[in-house]
């Protein structure tokens, strides 16, 4: 996976409710079953039910998501995460 620059990233899940993150450097979309956010370790993908960006602070590389986690998935680029979202939708 492509590390971008020394920037750190962090994760911090609690009773799958709440997330807390760094290294965060933009908001790809978000709803309230998916938030797709580009990190210094990629892409980012978080699925799950009532999901809502609570904080978010791109100068900081800050965000704060609330709601029920279901799962957490990278992929090293946007085409990667297009295109795998793509191949299980038409199988």
Do not use: P
């Amino acid at each position: 996976m492509e590390d971008r620059g020394n920037a750190t990233h962090k994760l911090h899940v609690d009773n799958r409710n709440r997330i807390m993150l760094t290294g965060v450097t933009d908001v790809i979309s978000f709803d309230d079953k998916l938030v797709m956010l580009d990190t210094v370790q990629g892409i980012l993908s978080i699925r799950g039910e009532g999901l809502k960006v609570d904080r978010l602070t791109i100068e900081n590389g800050e965000a704060g998501i609330e709601g029920k986690v279901y799962n957490l998935e990278y992929a090293d680029s946007r085409e990667e995460r297009v295109g795998s979202f793509f191949g299980r939708l038409f199988k």
